[in-house]
Structure formats: C-alpha cells, structure tokens
C-alpha cells in the first residue's frame, strides 16, 4: 500500500494556497474549521473567511450572497451536515445556477468514532440529484490538491466530498484531471471496475490479487459521479463485457446507481455494487475494520467481480447455445 497522506490537511493547504492567485476566493466555515481545516485559509486571508456558527442553512445562504457579488465561495462543514440546508442547496444554489462550491468533508464513514449522525453515506446521492450540480469524489491525496483549481474554475455550482481519514497516494503530480472525465488507472480485459474517492486504492489492491489468480481487471477512476463519463462506461462495458463498481456511499442512487442508469441506456452488461447496503453503519474503534464490516473489503471487491464474471460467463453460453 503507498504512503497515506492526510486529505483535510491536503485540501485546506491547497486552498490557501490558491487564494493568492485567485483573490475572487472567499471562504465559508460551519464552526467547524479546525476539522476541515480551512484554517489555512482563514490564516492567509482573515478578511475573505467567514466563520456562521453552526447555522449550515444560513452559511449557503450567505455564501449566495457572495457569489452574486462576483465571488466563488468554498463553503465548508461536514458533509452529513449539508442535509440541513437542502432547501437552501436546492432553491438558491442548483435552481438559480449560483456559483457555490460545497465541499462535504467527514464523508462516508470517515468519522467513524461517531456514528450515524456525522457518517455521510446518501450526500452523493442527493446532491446528485439537484439539476446543475456537479458531484466529484477525488480519489486521492493529489486529486484532491488538484481539484481545488478545477472546482474554482469549473462554471456553476459544485459539491466536492473530502473524507477525514488519511488516504494513500496513487498519483503524482503530473496527473491531470478534468470534471465530467473518467481516469483509466489499469487496464484490462475482462472486466472493469469503475471506483472514487477511498474505494479506489482498495480496488487497486483488489486488482492485484485478482491478477495473481489470472483475471484481467480494468480500473477506472470516476472522480466525477455528475456529470459521468457515459462514453468511457460503454467503451468499458463493450470492451471487457463485465462491471463492478465501488463506493464509500450507500449503493442507492451513488456512482453504482449512476453507471447502472448509464449503462441501462446505452450498453447494458452484468453488474456488480460494492458499497453500503441499504442500512446505517454504526460506530468502530478503527476506520479501516468499519469499511470491511459494511461490506467495502479488498476481499468483497474481488467477490464482487467473481461474481459478476460468473454472470458474463453464463450470459455467453446462452448465446452460444441461441446459435
């Protein structure tokens, strides 16, 4: 496994970082700044932040405000906590196509000490949801340094999901990104799995003993759940005939959700979830044996695409014996 680096630490850095270039930045924080680590920012440029207090409604409101002023506002909190401002997201951010950046950070089961109240398992599928809004889970430490600049830039309303655990490096700073473009990581053959955010090292790893035992896997990286890479999902379903697809998210209305309506449309294939059942996970003394537990185990992966290549297999000896 490579060098785990710490994603919050990552992000708030960046983001100061990026403020000296980009003064239109202005940021916003649910009194929650030392955890998603916007002190940086605040540090840097104490006159563009703005800590509400723990008023999430009122903060998307303000950040509104802000934008219409000529601003891109990074508003903060976790990302469970964004549920409390729906209406505001909804009304004065998708519907008006407000320049806000939401950044969820605590995501998925991240903040796995605290159980289902602060975990985030359905944030993708809402905001996903709300027309105009672009959805991006960064698959790593330098994806999400990188991200930081496309959000910025990227024209209308964006959420962006940050976790609190520590996460391994894949890329190297050469890596480029593009929201709506899918990132092939490793190829392969005979099925494609297509993962973001945490699950993407551990679909890594599950790739490996995979190979060890013969199968050719394709990995894809879906940074971006919305707008989706519909074109690198047929090419992937029309080349190796097979996907699975892996989340830290419940496996209702996510990037599973998402690759099944894409594929539904367009090419369908046998597929496989990995991801959160239709259930709240409770709390754990370890971040890691939490993910295992709910299902999201390097060995539940390799399951998964057992299972489905056992589907792809028996789909083709029907059609031989049609001939």
Known sequence: MNKKVSVRKTYGETLAEYGKVNPDVVVLVADVSSSVQTGYFAKEFPERFFNVGIAEAGMVDTAVGLALGGMIPFVNTFAGLFLRATEQIRTCVAYAKTN????????????????????????????????????????????????????????????????????????DDNHQIKIGKGVIVREGEEVTIIANGSMLARCLEAAKVLSNE?????????????????SLIKESAEKTGAIVTA?????????????????????????????IADTFAETALDYDLL???YGMGI????????RVLRRKNALSHSENLKK
Not at 214 to 230: E, F, S
Not at 250 to 272: D, F, M, Q, R, T
Not at 299 to 306: F, G, L, R, S
């Open 214 to 230: 013969g199968t050719d896997v394709r990995v894809i990286n879906m940074h971006t759940v919305k707008p989706l890479d519909i």
């Open 100 to 171: 806000v950046k939401l950044v969820g950070g605590y995501a998925g089961l991240s903040d796995f000490k605290d159980g289902p109240t602060h975990h985030s398992i359905t944030d993708v599928a809402v905001m996903r949801a709300m027309p105009n809004m672009a959805v991006v889970v960064p698959g790593d430490p330098i994806e999400v340094k990188k991200m930081v600049k496309a959000v910025a830039e990227y024209p209308g309303p964006v959420y962006l999901q940050i976790g609190r655990a520590d996460m391994p490096v894949i890329f």
């Open 247 to 275: 989340e830290e998210h419940s496996v209702i209305g996510g990037l599973g959700s998402a690759v099944a309506e894409a594929l539904g449309k367009n090419y369908p294939v046998p597929l496989e979830q990995v991801g």
């Open 291 to 293: 993910l295992d537990h």
């Open 299 to 306: 060995n539940d992966i390799v399951k998964a695409v057992q």
